[in-house]
């Protein structure tokens, strides 16, 4: 169906969701196709993790990224013009929590309790309208806290004895280093546009990564050459609903529904930066496409991925949870959706053609095969780039040094110990450091610290300095 020039893509109403039927009110953008079709060795990632958290078989664990697929769909569907994807920065903060139970029933019944939980959690802040307002009441140091937490527990994760690094440490080395060069370095910003080939790489967000790792991890005979099988994917539905879901296992007893609320409130505080982001995304691309009106509402995306992780937890839990933004490709659809209505007619055709792509190469052996050996290597890059990404973003969220300090308890506090511990600490500081005195602006920090290095700098030195 056509739109007239600055309306919004036409869909049927339905309460707070707009229904978008595909080739109907969505059109097929092949080149976000073919991106979706390559990438979907990203979301296979996921499989490692499945494995070695809750010890699943690989036919159930590539069963629950087709489940998880699937319900990318709802988004575009219900009138979400975005890309969603994983809630990557909470992830060590779920494995943490899970490390309390025993691997086996336990620890999958604390799972489902757990994604339930959150989305029931985002459902209700969604119907209540608070889905644009809640992370307000959260104090800068707190929020601080939990993201460089989360970020220490993902380094952590890499680096502990006997962990992903001891296993392939040259590959994780070579791929992250890599990884960091494409994604934050200067030098290849300035470069992205020189050609053709710089732009594509750019734009391909975690994917050069993982085709590094085929390469090197075989050559220094960290991992095996990838064994190529032609057909199609096995699935393993009735396995993973005996073993691993509600129908086999029954409901989780209501102490762990429970227990799991301050991981759970940790993540969802989490998350609000990639509703953030993603309105922020949209409204940018916005600005070049007139002819568009692009409506992005935070309370209908948190009701969507709250649904989202409600129906994995029944259906199949998954350490990763569901997520409002996969930000990569995310910022790849809307760089070729400001190029004009003959690039990408909506931003809607761009985001659902993507998963399309995505979710057909799920199925395709040929590609889960050549991926299959290396998916470790590439977790291990991802949680060590997500680090980076998390101590970056963490401290820019406080605005005094006081905060700072918090922030680094807090921090180190949920990585050792856990969400629970981490935000009774982080409320009881907030409390004795913050009481009665007003927040400062960011600029102080620098200036109170500038201060501090010019007072220490004043006094004798002693054995020839410090």
């Known amino acids: 169906m056509k739109r007239e020039h600055g309306e919004e893509q036409p869909y049927i109403p339905a309460g707070p969701f707009k229904l978008r039927i595909p080739f109907i009110h ?30 699943m078989p690989f036919e159930v664990a590539v069963t629950i990224v087709v489940l998880n697929g ?45 994604q339930i939980s959150l989305g029931v959690l985002s459902i209700l802040l969604g119907v209540a309208g608070l889905g644009e307002r809640v992370a307000s009441i959260i104090p800068n140091a707190m929020k601080s806290g939990i993201i460089i937490g989360a970020g220490i527990a993902a380094v952590n994760s890499v680096l502990v004895e006997g962990g992903r690094f001891e296993q392939a440490p ?16 200067s030098h290849f910003k300035s470069q992205r546009n020189a050609n053709k080939f710089t732009k594509i790489l750019a734009d391909l967000g975690s994917l050069p990564i993982i085709l590094l790792a085929i390469i090197v991890g075989p050559l220094v005979g960290e ?19 005996q073993n691993w879901t509600i129908f086999g296992l029954g409901w989780p007893p209501l102490e762990m529904f429970v227990m799991g609320l301050p991981a ?33 509402n935070a309370n209908r995306s948190n009701m969507i991925f709250g649904m989202r992780n409600v129906l994995m937890g029944i259906f199949g839990p998954t350490i990763t949870l ?17 190029l004009g209505p003959k ?45 980076f990404v998390s101590f970056r973003v963490g401290v820019t969220k406080s605005k005094t040094v006081n905060d700072l300090g918090i922030a680094g308890v807090m921090a180190a506090i949920i990585a050792t110990k856990g969400a629970a511990w981490g935000l009774g600490a982080g409320i009881i500081l907030c409390l004795f450091v913050n009481l009665g005195k007003s927040h400062r602006h960011e600029s102080e920090i620098a200036a109170e610290l500038e201060s501090t290095e010019l007072r220490d700098s004043a006094k004798p030195s002693v054995a020839n300095g410090r």
């Open 70 to 114: 699937l319900f990318y769909f709802l988004h575009i569907l219900l009138g979400d013009p975005i890309i969603p994807g994983w809630i990557t920065p909470a992830i060590p903060i779920v494995i943490l929590y899970l490390g309390q139970f025993d691997i086996g029933v336990e620890r999958v019944h604390a799972l489902i309790a757990f």
């Open 343 to 387: 690039t990408m007619n909506s931003i809607n055709n761009g985001a659902i053609s993507y998963r399309y792509g995505t979710f057909v190469g799920y199925f395709l052996l040929p590609i889960v095969t050549l991926v299959k050996p290396v998916l470790g290597i590439a977790l291990a890059a991802t949680l060590l780039i997500q680090g």
């Open 223 to 241: 991992i095996p050459w990838p064994q190529i099988e032609w057909g199609f994917t096995t699935l393993a539905f009735g396995e993973l609903f």
């Open 26 to 55: 969505v059109g097929f953008e092949k080149v976000d196709f073919m991106q979706g079709l390559l990438l979907c060795a990203v979301c296979l990632g996921m499989i490692p993790i499945l494995q070695e958290y809750l010890g």
């Open 264 to 296: 759970v409130i940790s993540t969802y505080i989490i998350l609000f930066g990639d509703v953030v982001q993603a309105k922020c995304l949209l409204e940018d691309a916005s600005k070049k496409r007139p002819d568009e009106k692009i409506d992005y």
């Open 170 to 185: 040259i590959s994780i080395i070579v791929c992250t280093g890599v990884g960091f060069y494409l994604l934050f370095s």
């Open 322 to 338: 569901c997520g409002p933004l996969a930000a990569a490709m995310q910022v790849v659809v809307c760089e070729r959706f400001k």
